[in-house]
Nanobody
Framework: QVHVVETGGGLVQPGKSLRLSCTAS????????MEWYRQAPGNLRELVEGITHGGSTNYAASVQGRFTISRDNAKKTITLQMNTCQPEDTAVYYC??????????????WGQGTQVTVSS
């Protein structure tokens, strides 16, 4: 099995920073892309930012210049540095990991999500 756990959510004031982390664990043979998604009430889940095993990134236009994703392959961890947070960043943030289990096939695995609330 593959387990994905997000940490670091909480309440942050507008203009301030917050850092999220996501770690994959379990019987993992290989990892591919690791991505952050978010879902606000009444909205569809959307891609925030993603990073490949080689370090290539892609991101939503709404977070360009404010959010930065990084990856530690040895620790099977990604982080999302959220700067200049805005109320519209309020959402549940989910981590998605592409992984191949030992002796298994490639699949996508999701974490349980972590709430981020931007409010004064």
């Amino acid at each position: 099995q593959v387990h994905v756990v997000e940490t670091g959510g909480g309440l942050v004031q507008p203009g301030k920073s917050l850092r999220l982390s996501c770690t994959a664990s379990g019987s993992i043979e290989s990892l591919s892309a690791m991505e952050w998604y978010r879902q606000a009430p009444g909205n569809l889940r959307e891609l925030v930012e993603g990073i490949t095993h080689g370090g290539s990134t892609n991101y939503a236009a709404s977070v360009q210049g404010r959010f930065t994703i990084s990856r530690d392959n040895a620790k099977k961890t990604i982080t999302l540095q959220m700067n200049t947070c805005q109320p519209e960043d309020t959402a549940v943030y989910y981590c998605k990991v592409g992984a191949k289990e030992i002796g298994g096939t490639w699949d996508d695995y999701w974490g349980q999500g972590t709430q981020v609330t931007v409010s004064s």
